[in-house]
């Protein structure tokens, strides 16, 4: 498998559940990142990792909690979610952090909270 | 608000004709701009850039022109083909800061 991977592509929970996205990339690159896409606003940056390290968090709220155990994985945890928080979630990579133009995405996980 | 602008939702053109995407941005510190396009359920991918020194940047049917006194950049796509159907991202960095996201303009080449 090459390029960028997420699973899953479509998922549906309600407000109580807890649920985890997977990201991983095949491009040997060190930095992976979490957008996240609402319908009709640009994809907002949430996280950044570099190195397995968080360089940023985009003031984004507690009950997204995202995890980088090696370099080719990211996960996204999930728990108590909101309706509001229904969206296109889509993870992207990069060859390091200072080189954020050639980012990689992934194919997105549609999400759906009831 | 918004630092990186996409006013126009869609777009339509007939095939063969020129596609003409626009992007505004309110930051001057952009150095960098990028298109993406993004096919259904796929992610964007990375179709062409500009550096701030540079006014026009060609790639075979795709060329992005820059004005940066207007704060303006476009994608020309021509000839259009069925194929260019998508959605298209404009995107701009500062230094080696996050990329900013337009909100995309669809586009409908109609064969």
């Known amino acids: 498998e090459t390029g960028v991977t997420q699973t899953p592509r479509h998922l549906v929970m309600g407000m109580t559940n807890k649920k985890s996205l997977k990201c991983e990339q095949h491009?040997?690159?060190?930095?992976m990142y979490w957008y996240k896409q609402s319908a009709k606003k640009p994809l907002e940056l949430m996280f950044v990792?570099?190195?397995?390290?968080?360089?940023e968090n985009n003031s984004v709220p507690s009950r997204f909690s995202p995890e980088c155990p090696n370099s080719s994985h990211l996960f996204l945890h999930l728990h108590t979610l909101q309706p509001e928080d229904s969206a296109l979630y889509l993870c992207?990579?990069?060859?390091?952090?200072?080189?954020?133009?050639?980012?990689?995405f992934g194919p997105g996980t549609r999400l759906t909270v009831l | 608000d918004q630092q990186v602008k996409q006013n126009s939702p869609s777009l339509s053109v007939q095939e063969g004709r020129i596609s003409i995407l626009n992007c505004d941005y309110t930051?001057?510190?952009?150095?960098?701009f990028l298109w993406y396009k993004k096919y259904p359920a796929e992610g964007p991918t990375f179709l062409i850039s500009?550096?701030?020194?540079?006014d026009k940047n060609e790639d075979g049917r795709f060329t992005v022109f820059l004005n940066k006194s207007a704060k303006h950049l476009s994608l020309h796509i021509v000839p259009s083909q069925p194929g260019d159907s998508a959605v298209y991202f404009c995107?701009?960095?500062?230094?080696?800061?996050?990329?900013?996201f337009g909100t995309g303009t669809r586009l409908t080449v109609i064969p």
């Open positions: 992207a990579s990069s060859q390091d952090r200072l080189a954020p133009d050639t980012q990689y």
């Open positions: 500009i550096s701030s020194i540079k």
């Open positions: 491009l040997g690159h060190n930095a």
């Open positions: 930051n001057s510190m952009f150095d960098y």
């Open positions: 995107a701009a960095l500062s230094g080696a800061n996050n990329l900013f």
């Open positions: 990792y570099n190195f397995k390290e968080q360089t």
